[in-house]
């Protein structure tokens, strides 16, 4: 079984719905990324979160660390906002930024 | 700033042929990390220098060695390639080791070993 857990793995949706991606891991970590990776290839951080609740634009990540589980929130979809999504957690007691990664969910959204 | 550089974009390498990967960021970061992405296995790591002058292994390191030749760059080698290796590579930089900070990341080589 991974360590980390991305569902779903594919996620098809209309433009202007609201999207959520989730991600569950199984390990004590001391925090967690969330990057996008375009068609072209580029991986690009979006979120990293420690506790809580990050927004940005029409992003927001949250994290529940007692239950291990973070989830990513797109409002009102575009299809430019049609990438991977990949959540990537860092181990706690490691002093170095080796991060371990889901496998990504594949986003398409359509006009 | 560039970011972090990459070179080549593109390589295609016969089994048993030798490459390096090159590396380039202009953030003054510490830490370098050196990724393969497979389909459907997410990103691995496969080498990382936490500072100038260290290099760790990471999850995939066999058939890489690594130098992390000043704070700026840090190349990857393929000393004789196999198709196992067809993959495309990332390299990324993040700030401190002992500070938690994001990592950013090249645009990747794709690689194709025949």
């Known amino acids: 079984k991974n360590e980390v857990e991305q569902s779903p793995q594919n996620l098809t949706a209309q433009e202007g719905e609201f999207i959520t991606i989730n991600c569950s891991y199984s390990?004590?970590?001391?925090?967690l990324h969330w990057l996008q990776q375009h068609p072209g290839g580029g991986i690009v951080s979006l979120f990293m979160?420690?506790?809580g609740k990050k927004k940005h634009g029409r992003l927001i990540a949250t994290i529940n660390i007692q239950e291990k589980h973070s989830s990513l929130h797109i409002t009102a979809s575009h299809p430019r906002d049609s990438a991977v999504y990949i959540c990537?957690?860092?181990?706690?007691?490691?002093?170095?930024?080796?991060?371990?990664f889901g496998q990504g969910t594949i986003l398409t959204v359509h006009p | 700033n560039a970011g972090v550089t990459q070179t080549p974009k593109f390589q295609v390498l016969k089994t048993g042929q030798s490459m390096t990967l090159q590396c380039a960021q202009d953030?003054?970061?510490?830490?370098m990390y050196w990724y393969r992405q497979d389909p459907g296995m997410g990103l691995r790591l496969i080498y990382y220098?936490?500072?100038?002058?260290?290099?760790d292994k990471g999850e995939v390191p066999n058939g890489y060695n690594v130098s992390r030749l000043n704070k700026r760059e840090f190349s990857l080698r393929l000393e004789s390639a196999a198709p196992s290796q067809t993959s495309v590579y990332f390299c990324?930089?993040?700030?401190?080791?002992?500070?938690?900070?994001?990592?950013?990341f090249g645009p990747g080589t794709r690689l194709t070993v025949l």
């Open positions: 390990v004590g970590i001391s925090a």
């Open positions: 953030m003054n970061h510490n830490s």
């Open positions: 220098s936490a500072s100038e002058g260290t290099t």
């Open positions: 990537a957690v860092k181990r706690g007691g490691t002093s170095y930024g080796k991060l371990t």
């Open positions: 990324a930089s993040s700030g401190l080791a002992g500070v938690y900070n994001e990592q950013f």
């Open positions: 979160l420690s506790s």
